[in-house]
């Protein structure tokens, strides 16, 4: 028997785990599960392996989301590398599963067929962190700890690779209202490039600017949550 609860899946930046989400499940609607979805290689699963590419991390993650779509409403909501993750997790569940999200949500990131553009995988430890700080993801003192240093940078190195590496192969659009957030102040998202996201779906695609730069969702998480209660009311038989 089908739950009446939406699922909202969520799927993090690169660099980041599932603890973003955390401040989520106290403020979302009733109605609404916020089930963060935690990656290999960081959060509690330190210890496992970082992924390849893509296509491995997909894999994990539909395997990790399976038992919370199968029987359940459910929605995808990703930031950044989230967003691609977010893309083409639900391509896969619809492909093996025939299922269909409510809603998808993609944030601070153009549509998968535009790329970066960067490499900063390929760059030493010093100019890498300089690019991420040049994107608010952290701050300058983060340097000053070594140990942190030491666990961070593999990570968010492998999740730049998976990103710029990443090879968009086109497809069918959804028939599901898709929402698009960004930030104010992102350089990554401030060109005319974003407004390619309506070629995604042959339903609705609708646009939503964030005060803030490119990590909005942290440091205007009020109003993003705010924004994605607005979304989960929309579907008020589950809430």
Known sequence: MESKTLNLLCLPYAGGSENIYFNWKKNIINGVNVIPIELSGRGRLIQQPLYKNIEEAIEDIYRKSYDHIINSPFALFGHSMGSIMVYELAKKIIKETKKKPEFLVFSGKNPPHVGLGTNYHELPNDLMLQKLQELGGIKPEFSKYPELLSLFLPIIRSDFKLVETY??????????????????????????????????????????????????IDTNSKDVIKYINSLCSKYSVYC
């Open 167 to 216: 090879k968009h192969a086109p497809s069918n659009p959804f028939d599901r209202d898709i929402y698009i957030m960004h930030g104010s102040e992102d350089p990554i998202t401030n060109g005319s490039r974003l407004k390619e996201w309506d070629n995604y779906t042959t339903s609705n695609c609708f646009y939503k600017e964030i005060e803030g730069d490119h990590f909005f």
